[in-house]
């Protein structure tokens, strides 16, 4: 069992409150972390803001890619750590795990880039012989990072990374529920040479620490990845301060009349389960067309029977729990509740603790709670729609959330509605939702988010102040 301290401006200090960490598997405590007050995050906010980064872009260009290369060496520590506190089985934490090293070696070799723009002056009538010139400079205060638990090492990643590439200060806030993850890679950045002061990791739960993370004077913008409840309540509280916000999704896969239907199982069956349906964009409805849905129906039976949900440290194991078992009840009941109101139920819903195996329901009514809102687990809902494709968007933009979505078309005239019509941040044909790389655009419209990007370009963008400066120049 770990018991482990705060990392304030890389000092270590423990609190009498801990709060345990528990394994949702077995209800075996993985380890403590202090319950932070306020006075904490008082502390590690005014410890990073006495201090003034100089990395030199090479100094963080070494720091990011050393930090990448640990993680990398240290995978399969960090994918174990992931599933105990998790209980995503082994292959999710694995990949949670292998994936950090992208964001990093991103970072690393985007630093090194002077992104500044020019523009000449003597270009109109009213010009003058003179040069505008662009640099981005790190915030003048410190970034307030809030991170969930469904990617407990790459949530944080997407936000240290492009701090660290842009020399800003973070105090990261990881969730109650997988702070392990986040300490152990705090570890990882001071050991590859990131000043201490650069990073605090504050433990604990608001209920404790209040909206000291919100509220701080030296918070100049605050990064927050979680659900649409707490992303409001930050933007109704932060004031005058910059937020970004990333939260829930509900994401469709849309299978037309064209689609190669093995293949749309295929990507309705991994996209709703992978990391046990815990992803922002997890396929949360499958909007499947009338003239296919039959065949398409048996067809994610048929592969959603081959899933093996279980022990998440076998390494046989598909699906892992869902982060606790309050969560896994709440999705047994919305199931049972659909199939009150119509829903077929082809497969499950099956439950132990927090072991909530994938679950196919059929002829989902399109306005029970189960697809309204955002069900955080592997269930496969099956949407059935009109043969119709403007009602098709029409169902797809009936929810408040507009994140991602996946299309199953080979017909360019679809292709071009969708992408124009949908409302979300991104449309991905013949992928699941969350396919990305790390470095490309993402971010969510509506309630999913205020419309700022994540991914390392975009955050680097988001995490300086632009300078913009003249010279008098003639040629
Ligand atoms: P959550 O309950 O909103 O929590 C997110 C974080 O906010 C946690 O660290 C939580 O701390 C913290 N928090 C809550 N109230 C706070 C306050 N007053 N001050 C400071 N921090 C506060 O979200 P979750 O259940 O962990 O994560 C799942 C959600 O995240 C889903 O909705 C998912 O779709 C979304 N998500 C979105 C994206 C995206 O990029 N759009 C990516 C991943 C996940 P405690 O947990 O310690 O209470
Ligand atoms: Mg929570």
Not at 375 to 383: C, D, K, Q, S, Y
Not at 432 to 449: A, C, N, Q, T
Request: with cysteine; aromatic share 6%; charged share 25%.
């Amino acid at each position: 069992m770990r018991l482990e301290a705060m990392r304030i401006a890389g000092k270590l200090v423990r609190t009498d409150d801990v709060i345990e960490v528990t394994n949702p598997y077995d209800n075996s405590v993985v380890g403590t972390v202090p319950a932070a007050r306020a006075e904490h995050v008082r502390e590690a906010f005014q410890a990073a803001k006495a201090f003034k980064p100089r990395l030199t872009r090479h100094e963080r260009q070494r720091i990011l890619q050393r930090t990448a290369e640990l993680l990398r060496d240290r995978q399969e520590l960090f994918a174990r750590l992931i599933v105990s506190e998790t209980g995503l089985c082994w292959k999710d934490g694995l990949y949670e795990a292998s994936r950090a090293y992208d964001v990093w070696s991103f970072a690393a070799q985007l630093t090194i880039k002077d992104d500044g723009e020019i523009y000449a002056c003597d270009i109109s009538s009213m010009g003058k012989p003179r040069k505008i010139f662009t640099t981005r400079l790190p915030l003048l205060g410190v970034i307030s990072a809030i991170t969930p638990f469904n990617h407990p090492l790459n949530m944080v990643s997407h936000k240290l990374a492009p701090a660290i590439a842009t020399n800003n200060r973070v105090v990261l806030k990881p969730t109650e529920l997988t702070p392990l993850t986040a300490l152990a890679l705090a570890d990882v950045l001071y050991e590859a040479g990131l000043p201490p002061e650069m990073l605090s990791v504050v433990t604990g739960s608001p209920s404790t620490m209040g909206d000291a993370m919100i509220t701080d004077p030296d918070a100049d913008l605050i990064t927050f990845t979680g659900s649409v409840r707490v992303g409001k309540h930050i933007a109704n509280t932060a004031g005058y301060k910059r937020r970004i916000l990333e939260l829930g999704g509900n994401d469709p896969l849309i299978v037309m009349e064209d689609a190669d239907l093995d293949k749309a199982a295929e990507l309705a069956v991994t996209g709703a389960t992978k990391n046990s349906g815990q992803r922002c964009t997890a396929v949360k409805r499958i909007l499947v067309v009338d003239a296919v849905a039959d065949e398409f129906s048996r067809l994610v039976t048929e592969k959603a029977k081959k899933l093996k949900s279980g022990d998440p440290m076998d390494p046989e194991t598909d699906v892992g729990t869902v982060i606790n078992e309050r969560s896994a009840i709440l999705f047994e009941s919305r199931v049972k509740d659909a199939a009150a109101k119509g829903a077929a139920i082809l497969h499950g819903p099956e439950r132990r603790g927090a072991l909530f195996a994938p679950t196919v329901v059929d002829h989902v009514p399109h306005d029970c709670e189960l697809v309204l809102e955002e069900t955080f687990g592997p269930v496969i809902p099956i949407l059935r729609c009109p043969n119709d494709i403007s009602e098709v968007i029409l169902i797809s933009n009936s929810t408040a959330y507009g994140l991602s979505s996946g299309v199953c078309t080979n017909r360019l005239d679809y292709i071009e509605r969708f992408v124009a019509e949908l409302e979300v941040g991104t449309v991905n044909v013949w992928e699941v939702p969350g396919y990305r790389i790390e470095m490309s655009p993402f971010g969510g419209i509506k309630d999913s988010g205020l419309g700022d990007k994540e991914g390392v370009v975009e955050a680097m963008k988001s995490f300086t102040n632009v300078r913009t400066w003249s010279l008098p120049w003639t040629a």
